[in-house]
């Protein structure tokens, strides 16, 4: 008796790279995933949470989730586990939508979303394996905010308790629904969007959700022949479960934590009795992310062999360099520069104190360039805003003109210093005589 699991997770659909859009490396790599899965032939998908990378996420994004679980369905039954970046409501247009707009039974749906932790909640549902001889039955726990346990549980006594600690309760419950009733030819599945103690994130996951206090005991999971884990975008196996779980992790370097990670999908033969067979499939789509670090001519010895792909620089420099970003740009003609820092010696430990260090103070157009550079305006984009305002500080303004002798005598008369000290000779021709006066 044997069944395969294709898994797959946090596709973080819409997550941008500084400013710029990734949609045709989402359509590349989603197109991978459904033609490894065609290949695989699987007898149950499992998507273990972050559809998206937005709790609201654009229409373009949604159209793209739709379709790609259109085309997954045709291959397997599907079952989509809610993560923190997923909500209720979107998950359930989804549903409606892939489900013939409400017309067919949930229960018999070809693609299901666990969206509800709680005990009347929980999605339990079986699939029949290709062999004949045996069933899936998955039990799928959505990621639970640590907030939900103030309101959606009834034990008062969870309120309280630490998150591991209430979790365990949680995954203690969909394991006890997950058994009961489960018969010798059942092949149990765990799929849960958490973070379990001993994953290692790519630190491109929320800070708040990998937290150490967020982190649930590994040998506090259900004792399953396979665990679809999803939340840490790093694929990896967690040694320490009592049994088989694997972060499928994202299917693209989402940030430059993650230029070292190798992609993947996770295949796995199951069985029950004996350790499942698992592969990871390695997904090759998407432009890589690069960083480059060193002085510019360091750099320009690099930059040859970069290519298309996304960049980070950062540079290595004895002064300001205003034109910085346009030369790295000729150095690498393919690629598209997300971040550029300029790194000069001491400008760390900058004094900002005027009274004992005035010539150390960072002028207008350097606390722009650096304001600018952390809103994500960078490269050719950043020269030119800075030249433009180079510009326009070198223009007169029209709208100051210099003071006139009323306003010098008047500010004069306000200090209290009377007339002394200000030039009389041209403030006296200045002054209407009487007979203009009325």
Not at 19 to 43: G, K, Q, S, T, W
Not at 192 to 200: I, N, S, T, Y
Request: charged residues 25%.
């Amino acid at each position: 008796m044997t069944g395969r699991v294709f898994h797959t997770s946090d596709w973080h659909l819409g997550r941008q790279i500084g400013r710029h859009r990734r949609d045709a490396e989402f359509d590349a790599v989603l197109a991978e995933i459904v033609e490894i899965a065609a290949d695989f032939r699987p007898d149950l998908i499992v998507h273990s949470g972050d559809l998206f990378d937005s709790s609201r996420p654009g229409l373009d994004d949604i159209v793209r989730a739709a379709q790609t679980l259109r085309r997954l369905e045709q291959v397997a039954p599907v079952v989509v586990v809610a993560g923190n970046h997923d909500t209720r409501n979107v998950l359930t247009f989804l549903e409606f939508i892939l489900n013939d707009m409400g017309r067919q039974d949930r229960t018999q749906a070809r693609v299901r979303f666990a969206t509800d932790a709680r005990p009347d909640g929980l999605l339990i549902a079986e699939y029949p394996a290709a062999d004949g001889e045996s069933t899936i039955r998955i039990g799928a726990l959505p990621y639970l905010h640590p907030n939900r346990f103030a309101y959606d549980f009834a034990d008062p006594a969870t309120a309280t308790a630490a998150y591991a600690e209430r979790m365990r309760a949680v995954q203690a419950d969909v394991h006890q629904r997950l058994t009961s009733g489960a018969r010798p030819d059942h092949l149990l599945v765990f799929a849960a969007h958490l973070f379990v103690e001993g994953a290692v994130p790519s630190r491109s996951e929320k800070p708040i959700s990998i937290a150490d206090d967020y982190a649930v005991v590994a040998g506090a999971l259900p004792g399953v022949v396979y665990g679809a884990l999803g939340h840490i975008h790093k694929p990896q196996a967690i040694t320490s479960a009592p049994f088989p779980a694997y972060y499928a992790g994202s299917p693209l370097q989402l940030d430059f934590g993650e230029i070292n990670d190798t992609k993947s999908v996770v295949l796995a033969e199951i069985a029950p009795g004996r350790e499942p067979r698992i592969t990871t499939e390695p997904l090759t789509s998407g432009r890589r992310l690069v960083k480059l670090e060193g002085t510019l001519d360091e750099i320009a010895q690099r930059a040859g062999r970069v290519g298309d792909a996304w960049v980070k620089a950062v540079v290595k420099a004895e002064a300001s360099n205003p034109h910085l970003g346009e030369t790295l740009q000729k150095m690498l003609p393919e690629a598209t520069l997300v971040i550029i820092d300029e790194i000069r010696p001491g400008a760390a430990n900058r004094v900002l104190d005027r009274s004992a260090a005035a010539e150390e103070l960072p002028g207008v157009d350097e606390l722009l360039r650096s304001y600018l550079d952390d809103r994500g305006t960078s490269g050719v984009g950043l020269d030119r805003v800075m030249a433009a305002f180079g510009a326009l500080c070198d223009e007169p303004d029209p709208e100051a003109p210099s003071p006139c002798c009323e306003e010098t005598l008047l500010s004069a008369a306000i200090a209290g210093s009377g007339l002394d000290g200000i030039d009389r000779s041209g403030l006296l021709t200045a002054i209407p005589s009487p007979e203009g006066v009325r």
